[in-house]
Nanobody
Framework: QVQVVESGGGLVQAGGALRLSCAVS????????TGWVRQAPGKEREVVAA????????FYGDSMAGRITISRDNAKNTVYLQMGSLKPEDTAVYYC????????????????WGQGTQVTVSS
């Protein structure tokens, strides 16, 4: 019913920047939220940012706060994650997830997931 496709990952040197895009299609709801969830090797999945489609109150996790900005374009059904000052420890697969979580901070409450986009930060 809902499809999620991420793009924009790649290889970047420490201190560099990337912008990830998340295109959401299908029968979505204005009540949906979209989050960016990363999984680094050997670590648990972590919600780094999230935003609701009808309420502009972005969430930022502690790990990347101050270095990222989440935004959305409702007309394009697209959510972006602008990342800067990247560090090697930011290396991970970044997933876009959407649904109707009670709390956008909880990765287990999202329903629809993309396949992920790899971000690799070299030192």
């Amino acid at each position: 019913q809902v499809q999620v496709v991420e793009s924009g990952g790649g290889l970047v040197q420490a201190g560099g920047a990337l912008r990830l895009s998340c295109a959401v299609s299908g029968r979505t709801s204005s009540a949906y939220a979209t989050g960016w969830v990363r999984q680094a090797p050997g670590k648990e999945r972590e919600v780094v940012a999230a935003i609701r489609w009808s309420f502009d109150s972005p969430f930022y996790g502690d790990s990347m706060a101050g270095r990222i900005t989440i935004s959305r374009d409702n007309a394009k059904n697209t959510v972006y994650l602008q990342m800067g000052s990247l560090k090697p420890e930011d290396t991970a697969v970044y997933y876009c997830a959407t649904g109707t979580p009670d709390r956008v901070t909880n990765r287990d409450e999202y329903t629809y997931w993309g396949q992920g986009t790899q971000v690799t930060v070299s030192s």
